[in-house]
């Protein structure tokens, strides 16, 4: 069955551009999370939906991220005037938020290679 | 403050031996730890988990090691193969509260090299 996908899988832009990274769920999967890799490092949560609410955004580095999500499906991150520190790969990831089951599983995209010149 | 560390940037095993992968956190409110493999260009793909109530799980090959009183834990590959040279990353997760989510924090991962 399809998993999660990213797009576009990479971007190069100029600094001072915005930037806009979507991301396509798997169909029924309620929890929508994404996250941040700097190079050589793990990964940073951004930014957690319950459907189209966003409960935690704790993670989001400064104004200049912004994300919505549209139901229980696609998700875009917003980046407002690049910076080079905000190139990294932004991954999202999905799950159906099963709390019996303890943590539930999130299942990864691709990611999107952001690159700020 | 990294909550959670993966002290060893990289390991070289030979086929066949055991891999030895280890993570220590820092916070104590913890529930819920994950391993992750991540092959590149690839999104990190679940392995295996363990609750804080247990000290041991196993899942064929992979076997997870809580320590919660030493606050650290470890993933055991047996025996290795080469294709599970990968980066392989250790995350943590607070119990979830009503519609809080269950946000990862993640160590800085282990590159994995298994050599035939």
């Known amino acids: 069955g399809a998993g999660v996908s990213q797009s576009p899988s990479n971007k190069v832009t100029e600094k001072g551009k915005d930037v806009e990274l979507r991301c396509d769920p798997i169909?029924?999967?309620?929890?929508l999370y994404w996250y941040r890799q700097r190079l050589g490092q793990g990964l940073e949560f951004l930014i957690y939906f319950q459907g189209n609410s966003a409960p935690d955004k704790s993670g989001l580095p400064s104004d200049r991220f912004s994300a919505e999500r549209t139901g229980e499906s696609v998700s875009t991150l917003t980046i407002q005037r690049t910076q080079q520190e905000d190139s990294a790969v932004y991954l999202c990831?999905?799950?159906?938020?099963?709390?019996?089951?303890?943590?539930?599983?999130?299942?990864f995209g691709p990611g999107t290679r952001l690159t700020v010149l | 403050d990294q909550q959670v560390k993966q002290n060893s940037p990289s390991l070289s095993v030979q086929e066949g031996r055991i891999s030895i992968l280890n993570c220590d956190y820092t916070n104590s409110m913890f529930d819920y730890f994950l391993w992750y493999k991540k092959y590149p260009a690839e999104g990190p793909t679940f392995l295996i988990s363990i609750s804080s109530i247990k000290d041991k799980n196993e899942d064929g090959r992979f076997t997870v090691f809580l320590n919660k009183s030493a606050k650290h834990l470890s993933l055991h590959i047996v025996p290795s193969q080469p294709g599970d040279s990968a980066v392989y990353f250790c995350?943590?997760?607070?119990?979830?509260?009503?519609?809080?989510?269950?946000?990862?924090?993640f160590g800085g991962g282990t590159r994995v090299l298994v050599k035939p």
């Open positions: 995350a943590a997760t607070e119990a979830p509260i009503k519609a809080a989510g269950n946000k990862l924090t």
């Open positions: 990831a999905s799950s159906t938020q099963r709390w019996l089951a303890g943590a539930d599983e999130q299942f």
């Open positions: 169909s029924g999967h309620t929890a």
